[in-house]
């Protein structure tokens, strides 16, 4: 596949996934700005074509993926439409292609903050702060890679339409969907998740991430283990086997943990939680990424004229993950272009995917793919309880039940479901009959759970030969920790995101959403998508580990010390000023950036800012700016503060809560980004829209989630023709339950 790269930071992460994936990929630019350990991160792979015809070069790409502010794309003809129009042109920009705000700049921070992610990053009372590691232009990037992909299958030549703004709202977990379905919105804690009891707790040389949510396990297996080494105390009193309990005591059981991992080095500690199957781990700093085991053992990394750097996200039969990329070389095209593909109204019409997943990082890449059409048939049952279904904390409302549940509705959208006890011989019959009649099957089962039931990747090729399998576990199939219990906290530990989110000679504080979930799931989508477009059978055996880690940027290159400190954690090295600052109101703050010369003098006559000169300059009186553009911000609204400053040319927003972006965002609203379905049981629902806007194929919310079983009987009728004495002797012997 032949893609012309005219990325900026935007989508930077969509042409690096895209080399990975093994498509031809030709850059233009040499991005000279950068230095050198985010060149080789972000283009090694690629063939530089800088004194080339843009319009030659596009006319023999299938793929274009561009993306900066919308006044500076080349690709745009005077009406708004592609200069481009046989080939897939994703454009991916700050806030769309349409809407009041399409002319706004913005890079990684006021796009996490527009987008809802700042919001729950940081420490009570203090300033908000986004993830590490630009992780609002990553996401941006993925989902215009997967773009590429989707309209590469839907068979022809479009414009796409990416905001990065989407990217970010549409991966805030709860962030959002509590306002919606309970009225209230998660607030910024130091890193403790609202709705799983895991955080990171101090160790005696470091720093491990843990917890007791999930299955009844979690919490039996961690008693166990306090117990043995005489240190659980009151926790085995009778009344902490009650979940409800142990919720509402947190503080006081997570003090009992506290004090047990402070006595034991942090490896320790996650040594004997994966030899007990318990989700512990340890907070390791991107520099030492190299020296993980598991890493090395599955060849995560890529070697770039010698230099070892982060690889990519999958490696499976029929998708081989380069181990070796050049640097950025001068070259083009040395591949046949894409072989024309019969149109279609949506890019995924004709596919059925199985879903066996479970929770979040499953459940939202199969949504993606039922948004562009695919039949998706999620197996479940009430003897395999998804936690988003069943346990009263993630289901939002109080008085949401199974069939109701704010969390469920939100990921499960599009989707048909079959009940199926897998627990029984005829459950895991059906299944493999089931599968045989799918292009995709989705599972996040630990590894080995599926070649139990006959259904690993030998015995479904053999079943159907041109069956996609995607195998999310949390590390992989193989290597030394294959069997390690994960949960979204410990892969971010893992994978160096935690250690990251400390502020200087602090400890880190953590995520409070599940962002490796949805970074695994766009990384599940790619490599389905990428098999469907070769037209082949194949396992993306993909360790969401491997995923997260890909999504560092060049932090195993990059030895820089951080710009930001306690008191302004969200300084950058490219720009000065680079924060958030307090606004009008309780709790109210303002992402503000200079991303230029041009910008700096826009704000500085503005603000009536100290300063002057270069960035070097202000670099040295940045603390002079900062006191005193928090002094302008402090009395003003920020609504009005980022669209007039933004009014100028400056690049800023808000830092939007979950009722901000739901209620409050005009620009939102005019994309009909939050779109309602009517839920028989929940009533009329608002849910997160579709990121990736097809113009000629656009994707559709098309049906609410479904109650538990509710297709069970259709989809067996209609895929295996059971008759209705068959269907009921399976109800009566429960397993379609």
Known sequence: MRVLDLTDELARQGARLLVGLGADVVRVDPDDDLDEAARIHWHAGKKLACDADLDALARNADVVLESGPVAKLRGLDADGGSRWPHAVHVVVTPFGLTG????????????????????????????PKPPPREQACQLAGAHGAIAALLGVLAGRGQLVDVSAQEAVAATLETGAISWIHAGRFPVRNGGVYEHVAHRIFAAADGYVAGGYSGSERMWTGLLAWLAEEGEAGDLLDERFADPMVRWAQRPHVDEVIARFVAKRTAREVAEQGRARS???????????????????????????????????????????RPVTLSPLTEGTWTGPRQRPRAAKARALDGVRVLDLTWVLAGPYATRI?????????????????DPTRFSPSMRLRPDAGPDDSGYFLNFNRGKRSVALNLRTPDGQAILRELAARCDVVVENFSPGVLAKWGLDYESLRALNPRAVLVSMSGVGHTGPWRTAVTFADTLAAMSGLSAETADPGEPPQGLVFGLGDMVAANAAVLGALDLLVRGEGGHVELSQLEAMAATMGPAVLDRGEPAGTAAHPNRSRLA?????????GDDRWIAITA?????????????????????AQRRAAEDEIDAALAAWTRGQDAEQLAARLQATGVSAAVVATGRDLVEGDEH?????????????LAGDVLHEGIVARLSATPGA???????????TAEVLRELLDLDDDRLAALRAAGVTE
């Open 576 to 584: 000065v000023p680079h924060g958030v600052y307090p606004a009008a």
């Open 595 to 615: 991303q230029d010369d041009d910008q700096w003098a826009a704000l500085r006559d503005l603000a009536g800012l100290p300063g002057d000169g270069d960035l």
């Open 701 to 711: 919310l098309t049906s609410p989630a479904p109650l538990l079983g509710q297709h």
């Open 668 to 680: 939102l609203a005019a994309r009909g980004f939050y779109q309602r379905l009517t839920h028989p």
């Open 369 to 385: 793919l039922a948004e562009h059409g695919a039949d998706v048939i999620k197996v479940e049952s009430r003897h395999r309880h």
């Open 100 to 127: 009041p705000c399409r002319g706004w700049t913005g890079g990684d921070l006021v796009l996490a903050s527009a987008g809802g992610m700042t919001w729950l990053g940081g420490k009570p009372g203090e300033q």
């Open 278 to 320: 318990l989700p512990w781990a340890e907070v390791t700093p991107p520099a030492e990424l190299t020296g993980n085991p598991q890493l090395r053992d599955r060849r995560f990394f890529v070697s770039i004229g010698g230099t070892e750097d982060a690889g990519f996200p999958w490696n499976a039969p029929g998708l081989p």
